[in-house]
């Protein structure tokens, strides 16, 4: 298993890769998804997507997301789209639970 960090908690945003066995990736994002984490966000996914299998978004401890951040989850999608490979949304913050709603977003990540 590997793991790579983008960003730092004094920052106040840590993108961190897990890389499983079988190919997939998870990318945890802790911490505020905006205009300075959702370039992170955006390289954590190309990194992964270098190898085989799916993306997974664990957003479960972003306490904060905006328009940037909500912008680098949209493209994070359609990369994955565009490369024919699955990708979940997998626990999600409560912060980022009501943007996805307020904007009618996250039934598009859902398909």
């Given at each position: 298993?590997?793991?790579?960090?983008?960003?730092?908690?004094?920052?106040?945003?840590?993108?961190?890769?897990?890389?499983?066995?079988?190919?997939?990736?998870?990318?945890?994002?802790?911490?505020?998804?905006?205009?300075?984490?959702?370039?992170?966000?955006?390289?954590?996914v190309?990194?992964?997507?270098?190898?085989?299998?799916?993306l997974?978004?664990?957003?479960?401890?972003?306490?904060?997301?905006?328009?940037?951040?909500?912008?680098?989850?949209?493209?994070?999608?359609?990369?994955?789209?565009?490369?024919?490979?699955?990708?979940?949304?997998?626990?999600?913050?409560?912060?980022?639970?009501?943007?996805?709603?307020?904007?009618?977003?996250?039934?598009?990540?859902?398909?």
């Open positions: 298993m590997e793991h790579k960090r983008w960003g730092s908690e004094t920052e106040g945003i840590s993108v961190i890769l897990v890389r499983e066995d079988e190919g997939g990736a998870v990318i945890r994002v802790v911490g505020e998804l905006d205009a300075h984490g959702a370039p992170l966000l955006n390289e954590a190309e990194y992964a997507l270098d190898g085989d299998g799916g997974e978004l664990d957003l479960g401890r972003c306490g904060f997301i905006d328009s940037s951040g909500l912008g680098a989850l949209v493209k994070a999608h359609k990369i994955c789209q565009e490369r024919e490979r699955p990708f979940t949304l997998g626990p999600i913050s409560d912060a980022v639970a009501r943007l996805l709603e307020v904007s009618g977003i996250g039934p598009h990540l859902a398909s």
